[in-house]
């Protein structure tokens, strides 16, 4: 396991879908010790994990499972107070901030005030309270850089050369530009989502103060992926599987450059390509 100075990732959450495939190339394709969060089942999340295709066993003592419901902020600063005390001095290397939430609505007549609520505080509260509570442990502009981590594959898989800053990445949706909206619908989503690209831009540019090129932020667009999510337009549409999806994201991470000028407060999609706001 690589040592306190090569940081610690972290997945929030990670029980399915999007977060489960980052978890698990995260332990496969890095030596970093893993966070990964979930709602409930800790113990079931942890297997479900583990027992990815091409998780190295020896991921399985480099992986912290924490509970946590976005929608309580205690359960988010307990799992703060936890890395506080069992990871001290290890700088956060790489977040993946992605619960999120659908409620369909086409009209107006559909909106339903306690849905609305829960897409509010699932998809813009929720990444908006683990920036608030993880922000501690980005890297200040005196902290060392991190070290580069060893390239000895565990699991077969090719492994991500980190880069020497930090990246900490929210997931957004295309669907919350406000300038790709072109069909209308699903008003709580897009409005929820749509405040990700914001809150992208406001970290990033307080990270700019106190991290200077140490970290920065951005907010992601993973495509159209075949999870729970996505289940009742499955029939017929050509969609990303996670774990490709997560692999073209975290390849696009690694590779963004920390430069004020670069890329970093934007939402990127898996192509690399920008999602304007
Ligand atoms: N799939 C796509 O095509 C697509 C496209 C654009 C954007 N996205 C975004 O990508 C992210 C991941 O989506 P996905 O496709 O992986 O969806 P998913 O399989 O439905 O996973 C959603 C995740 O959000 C979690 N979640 C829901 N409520 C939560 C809460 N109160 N506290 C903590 N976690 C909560 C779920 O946890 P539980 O397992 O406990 O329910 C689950 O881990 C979402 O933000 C979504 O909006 C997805």
Known sequence: MAGGSHGFALVAPASR???????QQLLTRTELPVVATTRKDCAGVRDRILTGKNVPSSAERRLRLFEVDVKDEST???????????????????????PGILHVEKSPSQIDAASALDSFQVNALGPLLLMKHLSQFLPAKSTPEFQSTSTSGTGGESQLELPSHAVYAMMAARVGSISDNSSGGWYSYRASKASVFQLAKTFDLYLRSKSGKKALAVALHPGTVRTDFTKDFWKGREMLEPSDSAERLLKFLIGMSPDFDGGRGKCWDWKGDEVYP
């Open 76 to 98: 988010i600063s307990s799992m703060a107070d936890a890395i506080r005390r069992d990871y001290p001095d290890t700088p956060l290397r790489l977040a993946l901030t992605v």
């Open 17 to 23: 879908g999007l977060g489960l495939a980052f978890a």
